[in-house]
């Protein structure tokens, strides 16, 4: 079985600091790995994804992330946070098996 | 890029009615399309696995009588909330899944639903 846990609901970071939202996963087969990003009463965003090959994954709108097997591990991140940046962000994880499992979010907040 | 579309965007329904939400990919195909619900600052639910031409899947919990999924294309799916109740007040999204082996899914915008 798959879970994501979403460490932090809440997040606020000042504009044009670091913003480091922090996803860890369990599966018992090798993952795929996803971030979304979601507007107020709007859908989901795919900012990147995981899906075996290179371990430093770039998204859009200047986000990354990097796969660590040894810490179960997908972070997101981005070296300066914009005001639009401010959303909620999930992390998920499927095993391939056409099923996406979400984490519980994380609100972003962006202080000015 | 891939675009996924939902109608309608929201609705307002009386207790006891039933209302149809409809899921469509616009530009390619998807034999899999999946249902998920969200309630307030929660995150997404699984609800249902919609595949084309047969039944759905429904994820433990979740009453298949009572949420009808209908995939009777490759770019439709539609749900079925019969006889609301206010409990069923929330914010349903579809997404369709990328048939080219990405396991990519691409969602809608989904519907706001309210039972008064």
């Known amino acids: 079985a798959q879970s994501v846990t979403q460490l932090g609901s809440h997040v606020s970071v000042s504009e044009g600091a670091l913003v480091l939202l922090r996803c860890n996963y369990s599966?018992?087969?090798?993952?795929?790995l996803f971030w979304y990003v979601q507007y107020p009463n709007q859908g989901l965003q795919l900012l990147l994804k995981?899906?075996?090959?290179?371990?430093l994954v770039k998204g859009i709108n200047g986000f990354e992330a990097e796969f660590k097997k040894s810490e179960t591990s997908f972070h997101l991140t981005k070296p300066s946070a914009h005001m639009s940046d401010a959303a909620e962000y999930f992390c998920?994880?499927?095993?391939?098996?056409?099923?996406?499992?979400f984490g519980k979010g994380t609100r972003l907040h962006i202080l000015p | 890029g891939a675009v996924v579309s939902q109608h309608p965007s929201w609705v307002i329904c009386k207790s006891g009615t039933s209302v149809k939400i409809e899921c469509r990919s616009l530009?390619?195909?998807?034999?899999?399309m999946f249902w998920y619900r969200q309630f307030p600052k929660q995150s997404l639910m699984l609800m249902a696995t919609?595949?084309?031409?047969?039944?759905?899947?429904?994820e433990q919990g979740v009453e298949k009588d009572k949420f009808l999924i209908n995939h009777a294309s490759l770019t439709l799916s539609t749900l079925t909330v019969t006889s609301a109740h206010p409990e069923d007040s929330s914010f349903y999204i579809c997404?369709?899944?990328?048939?080219?082996?990405?396991?990519?899914?691409?969602f809608g915008p989904g519907t706001r639903l309210t039972v008064t």
């Open positions: 997404s369709a899944l990328a048939g080219d082996g990405s396991y990519e899914q691409y």
């Open positions: 599966s018992s087969v090798p993952p795929y």
């Open positions: 995981y899906t075996s090959a290179a371990t």
């Open positions: 998920a994880v499927s095993a391939g098996d056409d099923k996406i499992i």
């Open positions: 530009d390619f195909q998807a034999t899999t």
């Open positions: 919609s595949n084309e031409g047969s039944k759905a899947t429904y």
